[in-house]
């Protein structure tokens, strides 16, 4: 089975905001768009993901992004700051879609590893230095 | 009605990658992406193919060369070292394209392409967020999954 076999879903669209109560505002105010998951706690919430049919849209604040991908990739507020979501069906097969990405010589900007905020999750790049994400909850 | 019982899903994210045929490389060769859609060469496009998408349950990633993206987008849009793409939402019918851009204006959304039936088979317009990301939001001309399918192959 090849790893794009494991791939369930594009799960989220996320973008890395300059600002992230403003984004949040403009999302939810201008878009209006109903808040589906705020995390870590609804009082002081770093990444909130909005409910569509099917994949979401999601904001993650730039700190705590670059906490765990590091600073040095993301690129400057004025650019398009975000990353691409792909769910996968266990933990085991993010290990097994890493093994492969390694093989086929991917770079990763973090790999395979259980987040606090509930998944496990691996961070990689595509040629264009997009950021992608493989997890599984 | 508001705009938002007009949105559908979030169709697809949308590079616009500065090496088309390098991208289309990596996605299918690397990854293993599979196409879903091509849309056929035309004069536009100097007869090569400009636009991929490829399946996933739900949201594709689609591929978009900026030759073609350019015109219609605004080159300042798109280039530059920044992440490149957009995130396209599809709605059910072509009328709900002027609606939501009716609604958007009046919000002061900025537009960065108004309302328009293009030769790939929709209706489409094209917004920027508070961040200056690019928003898509169309519907197929004649309704159902769009032109250009390719047959899934095993």
Same mark, same amino acid.
């Given at each position: 089975?090849s790893c794009f076999e494991k791939i369930d879903e594009i799960n989220?669209v ?40 099917g994949t ?28 691409t979501s792909v769910k996968l ?8 879609v ?26 990689v790049?595509d040629c264009d230095?997009n950021?992608w994400?493989f997890?599984?909850? | ?8 899903n979030i169709n697809g994210i949308c590079f616009f990658p500065?090496?088309f045929e390098a991208s289309r490389k990596f996605f299918e060769e690397v990854w293993g992406f599979k196409p879903r859609r091509v849309q ?9 193919v400009s636009y991929v998408d490829y399946a996933f349950r739900g949201t594709v990633i689609a591929l978009w060369d ?8 605004? $080159?300042?849009?798109?280039? *530059?070292?920044?992440?490149?793409y957009m995130t396209a939402?599809k709605? #059910?019918?072509? /009328? ?19 309302? $328009?039936?293009?030769?790939? *088979? ?10 200056? #990301?690019?928003? /898509? ?8 999954d769009g032109?250009a399918l390719v047959e899934r192959g095993?």
């Amino acid at each position: 089975m090849s790893c794009f076999e494991k791939i369930d879903e594009i799960n989220a669209v996320c973008f890395f905001p300059s600002n992230f109560t403003r984004a949040r505002r403009f999302y939810e105010d201008v878009f209006g768009f109903q808040p589906k998951r705020i995390q870590p706690t609804l009082e002081n919430p770093n990444f909130i993901e909005y409910y569509f049919r099917g994949t979401t849209v999601g904001i993650w604040e730039r700190s705590a992004v670059a906490a765990i991908m590091g600073e040095e990739n993301l690129l400057s507020e004025d650019a398009h700051n975000f990353l691409t979501s792909v769910k996968l069906k266990t933990p085991a097969d993010v290990d097994e879609v890493c093994e492969e990405f390694e093989k086929r010589g991917v770079v990763f900007l973090a790999k395979p590893k259980a987040y606090r905020f509930g998944s496990y999750a691996m961070y990689v790049q595509d040629c264009d230095k997009n950021i992608w994400e493989f997890f599984a909850a | 009605m508001s705009y938002k019982d007009k949105l559908d899903n979030i169709n697809g994210i949308c590079f616009f990658p500065r090496d088309f045929e390098a991208s289309r490389k990596f996605f299918e060769e690397v990854w293993g992406f599979k196409p879903r859609r091509v849309q056929p060469p035309s004069a536009e496009t100097g007869d090569a193919v400009s636009y991929v998408d490829y399946a996933f349950r739900g949201t594709v990633i689609a591929l978009w060369d900026r030759k073609e993206a350019g015109p219609i987008l605004g $080159e300042q849009a798109i280039s *530059g070292e920044g992440h490149n793409y957009m995130t396209a939402v599809k709605l #059910n019918k072509v /009328e709900d394209i002027d609606a939501v851009y009716e609604e958007f204006t009046a919000k002061g959304v900025v537009c960065i392409s108004k309302p $328009e039936t293009f030769s790939f *088979g929709s209706r489409a317009a094209y917004f920027l967020d508070n961040e200056k #990301n690019i928003w /898509e939001f169309f519907a197929w001309c004649e309704g159902g999954d769009g032109p250009a399918l390719v047959e899934r192959g095993e």
